[in-house]
C-alpha cells in the first residue's frame, strides 16, 4: 500500500537552531502535500498545504517564515522550522493523498516528528 | 467551514467487548467522506475506515464499522471484540469535495481496553 516516510523521527535541539522535517512519499507520487501539528493531548491541527511547483498554502496563524515549506519533487516535501524556541516543541506528523481527485481516498501520513526545542 | 465534534475525550471497555466511538460533523457540502483514524502512542496515524456522503451502506472493516446515519450527521466508530491492542487515540476526520483534500479533525477519544 501507499507509504509516506517521515524524517526524522525525534529532534532535540537548542532555542535559536532551525530544524528540517523531511516528507516522503515511497511509491506514489503526491503534488500535495499536508503539515500537521499536535501538541500533547490535543488534536492534528493543520498548519499548511504543501503544494509541488507553487508556494505553501498556510492556515490561518500560521508564520509563514517560521515554518518553511519547500515541495521540491513529485514525492518530496521540507517543513524547516527556522530559529526554533521552546514554544514550537511539538508533534509534527505530514501526510498525502494518494489521489487529488474526490473525497474519498484516505490520506496516508508520515510516522511523525517529535520535536523538543531545550 | 467543516466542523468535528467528538465528546468522549476518554472511553474504556472490556477486553472482547464492543464499544462505540461518538462523531458528528457539520458540513454544507453534500459530498464530503469521513474517516476514522487510530493514533496509538507511538504517534503514526492508521487508517481505519471510511464512508463516502452518498455510500449507501455503513462501511465495514473487519473489527470496525461506521454507524452513519446522513440525517443526524453522525459517523459513529463501532469497534467489536475489543483488544488491548485496540488502547489509543481516536480520531474522527472530514474530507470535503474541492477542498484539495484537506482533512478536519475531531478532539479524539482516548480509549482504554481493560481486562
Same mark, same amino acid.
Given at each position: 500500500?501507499?507509504?509516506?516516510?517521515?524524517?526524522?523521527?525525534?529532534?532535540?535541539?537548542?532555542?535559536?537552531?532551525?530544524?528540517?522535517?523531511?516528507?516522503?512519499?515511497?511509491?506514489?507520487?503526491?503534488?500535495?502535500?499536508?503539515?500537521?501539528?499536535?501538541?500533547?493531548?490535543?488534536?492534528?491541527?493543520?498548519?499548511?498545504?504543501?503544494?509541488?511547483?507553487?508556494?505553501?498554502?498556510?492556515?490561518?496563524?500560521?508564520?509563514?517564515?517560521?515554518?518553511?515549506?519547500?515541495?521540491?519533487?513529485?514525492?518530496?516535501?521540507?517543513?524547516?522550522?527556522?530559529?526554533? *524556541?521552546?514554544?514550537?516543541?511539538?508533534?509534527?506528523?505530514?501526510?498525502?493523498?494518494?489521489?487529488?481527485?474526490?473525497?474519498?481516498?484516505?490520506? *496516508?501520513?508520515?510516522?511523525?516528528?517529535?520535536?523538543?526545542?531545550? | 467551514?467543516?466542523?468535528?465534534?467528538?465528546?468522549?475525550?476518554? +472511553?474504556?471497555?472490556?477486553?472482547?467487548?464492543?464499544?462505540?466511538?461518538?462523531?458528528?460533523?457539520?458540513?454544507?457540502?453534500?459530498?464530503?467522506?469521513?474517516?476514522?483514524? !487510530?493514533?496509538?502512542?507511538?504517534?503514526? +496515524?492508521?487508517?481505519?475506515?471510511?464512508?463516502?456522503?452518498?455510500?449507501?451502506?455503513?462501511?465495514?472493516?473487519?473489527?470496525?464499522?461506521?454507524?452513519?446515519? !446522513?440525517?443526524?450527521?453522525?459517523?459513529?466508530?463501532?469497534?467489536?471484540?475489543?483488544?488491548?491492542?485496540?488502547?489509543? +487515540?481516536?480520531?474522527?476526520? +472530514?474530507?470535503?469535495?474541492?477542498?484539495?483534500?484537506?482533512?478536519?479533525?475531531?478532539?479524539?477519544?482516548?480509549?482504554?481496553?481493560?481486562?
Amino acid at each position: 500500500g501507499a507509504v509516506v516516510s517521515q524524517h526524522p523521527s525525534r529532534v532535540i535541539c537548542k532555542s535559536g537552531t532551525s530544524v528540517k522535517i523531511e516528507c516522503r512519499s515511497l511509491d506514489f507520487q503526491a503534488t500535495t502535500m499536508f503539515w500537521y501539528r499536535q501538541f500533547p493531548k490535543q488534536s492534528l491541527m493543520l498548519m499548511a498545504t504543501s503544494n509541488e511547483g507553487s508556494k505553501a498554502t498556510y492556515e490561518q496563524g500560521v508564520e509563514k517564515d517560521k515554518f518553511l515549506i519547500n515541495h521540491a519533487s513529485l514525492t518530496l516535501s521540507t517543513l524547516t522550522v527556522t530559529s526554533a *524556541h521552546p514554544e514550537d516543541s511539538s508533534f509534527y506528523i505530514c501526510s498525502a493523498p494518494t489521489s487529488n481527485g474526490g473525497p474519498n481516498q484516505p490520506q *496516508h501520513f508520515g510516522d511523525g516528528t517529535r520535536l523538543s526545542i531545550l | 467551514a467543516q466542523k468535528i465534534t467528538q465528546t468522549q475525550p476518554g +472511553m474504556f471497555v472490556q477486553e472482547k467487548e464492543a464499544v462505540t466511538l461518538d462523531c458528528t460533523y457539520d458540513t454544507s457540502d453534500p459530498s464530503y467522506g469521513l474517516f476514522w483514524y !487510530k493514533q496509538p502512542s507511538s504517534g503514526e +496515524m492508521i487508517f481505519l475506515i471510511y464512508q463516502g456522503s452518498y455510500d449507501q451502506q455503513n462501511a465495514t472493516e473487519g473489527r470496525y464499522s461506521l454507524n452513519f446515519q !446522513k440525517a443526524r450527521k453522525s459517523a459513529n466508530l463501532v469497534i467489536s471484540a475489543s483488544q488491548l491492542g485496540d488502547s489509543a +487515540m481516536y480520531f474522527c476526520a +472530514m474530507r470535503v469535495a474541492g477542498t484539495a483534500s484537506k482533512l478536519t479533525f475531531g478532539t479524539g477519544t482516548r480509549l482504554q481496553v481493560t481486562l
